[in-house]
């Protein structure tokens, strides 16, 4: 199967949290959930990303990477069914196990498209994150209308036929398992203590944040404005499918290391600009709604650029993106449940598009920081205390760091001899 079929797979990381929104009053409704329990019913996937993400490049090297591929979409298809067909106890398992699911995907796609398109890492992203970005789209678009025909629960298990479709066009790939590259051991733990991947994994958990907040909660902020049910479900949509074209056009300041921070704070803004919108005036929702969608697919696709392009090998690749996952996942978890109990405790849903506000200057400082050259300005590193050698000495050819001084011999090859 072509290195293309990892689309596919992107198509089945996001309809199966998307479509909870635009329901989520109906499952309220039938199960006696809160504003709380509905935001951490919203948040529980994301709880299980920050848990399962940095164990997967584990995972990955036992199995293979396309075999735990395979696994994790059999086990997001039986995660479907249990979350709408076993009970108010099976609603909270299985969206556990939809998270850890996901939480493979997550971490694997950009290793593996770093991988398979090296020589094209931001456009790669820009069309898988499309393919994702227009699934999660016709989740909550259908969402409604398949729960007014049959009932909130199919609306839900509907996406699991999605999963089983795409594991078994995924099947051929896994029979011929491959792990992706570990890199340098000594690379293992660094990753954990380098400051850019802080940066990115704080841009990573700034943008899931407001992504996760909007995708929960926008729907119901929209109907406590007067906005019927189905209108806002559509107006979710119209939100992830500009999502699309944000996605599709911010590769075009990413391409080039001078432009990225550029990128990251274009990505950033239309979500400020579309939460002061909808606090100054709620009744253009629609309008807001397609900003901040523009916003928000610039965004992600900007974070797994990032990522795709801050590691050295596929194997640190994936190392970062678990990473980045994890802690950003872990943060991002906390959004749809806060702006629950402010909009609790409030009576209203302003003080959570305030938090909104805080968190959208915040994503594009963190950006600006994280779209930095990497080596503008860096000077090789050299162990304390030790003084710097001649550079055709012994003890130079033998210095780790990864950058040699202009004339002096590459890793593995005799130093070049004098005229």
């Keep these: 199967m072509p290195a293309a079929a990892i689309f596919l797979v992107a198509l089945c990381l996001r309809p199966a949290i998307t479509a909870v929104g635009p329901v989520l009053p109906q499952i309220s409704a039938d199960e006696g959930l809160g504003e709380a329990a509905q935001g951490l019913l919203g948040a529980l996937p994301l709880l299980a990303f920050a848990l399962i993400s940095p164990q997967v490049h584990r995972f990955a090297g036992r199995l293979g990477s396309e075999r735990a591929v395979l696994a994790a979409?059999?086990?997001l298809a039986a995660g479907g069914v249990l979350r709408s067909y076993t009970g108010h106890w099976g609603l909270w398992l299985g969206t556990l196990v939809i998270g850890c699911a996901i939480a493979v995907g997550n971490v694997l796609v950009p290793a593996i498209v770093k991988r398979d398109f090296a020589a094209n890492v931001s456009r790669a992203t820009g069309v898988y994150t499309a393919f994702m970005t227009l699934a999660a789209a016709t989740a909550s678009a259908v969402a409604v209308p398949i729960s007014g025909l049959a009932s909130w629960r199919l609306s839900l298990a509907v996406w699991s036929?999605?999963?089983?479709?795409?594991?078994?066009?995924?099947?051929?790939?896994?029979?011929?398992?491959?792990?992706?590259?570990t890199g340098a051991p000594e690379a293992t733990g660094s990753i954990w203590r380098q400051p850019r991947a802080s940066l990115i994994t704080a841009f990573m958990g700034l943008q899931s944040t407001s992504f996760y907040v909007l995708v929960t909660w926008l729907p119901t902020i929209e109907i406590a404005n007067g906005v019927p049910e189905r209108t806002a479900g559509l107006h979710l949509f119209l939100f992830q499918g500009m999502g699309i074209l944000g996605g599709l056009a911010i590769p075009l300041l990413l391409r080039h290391d001078d432009r990225r921070t550029l990128g990251a704070v274009v990505a950033s803004l239309p979500?400020?600009?579309?939460?002061?919108?909808?606090?100054?005036?709620?009744?253009?929702?629609?309008?807001?709604?397609?900003?901040?969608?523009?916003?928000?697919?610039?965004?992600l696709v900007t974070a797994l650029t990032f990522i795709s392009l801050g590691g050295r090998t596929a194997g640190e690749t994936t190392r970062l993106s678990g990473m980045a996952q994890s802690l950003g996942y872990l943060f991002a978890a906390t959004g749809p449940v806060a702006a629950g109990v402010l909009a609790e405790r409030t009576g209203a849903w302003r003080a959570s598009l305030a938090m909104l506000v805080v968190l959208a200057l915040l994503q594009t400082v963190a950006g600006a920081a994280a779209g930095r050259p990497r080596h503008r300005g860096a000077k090789p590193r050299r162990a304390r205390g030790r003084p710097t050698p001649p550079p055709h000495s012994r003890s130079a050819r033998a210095d780790p760091d990864p950058i040699p001084p202009a004339g002096s011999a590459r890793p593995g090859h005799p130093p070049p001899r004098a005229g």
């Design 73 to 75: 979409l059999l086990v």
């Design 161 to 181: 036929l999605l999963a089983l479709l795409v594991a078994a066009a995924w099947l051929p790939r896994s029979r011929a398992p491959t792990v992706l590259t």
């Design 271 to 299: 979500v400020l600009v579309a939460v002061l919108g909808l606090l100054a005036a709620p009744g253009l929702a629609v309008l807001w709604a397609g900003v901040a969608g523009l916003g928000q697919g610039a965004a």
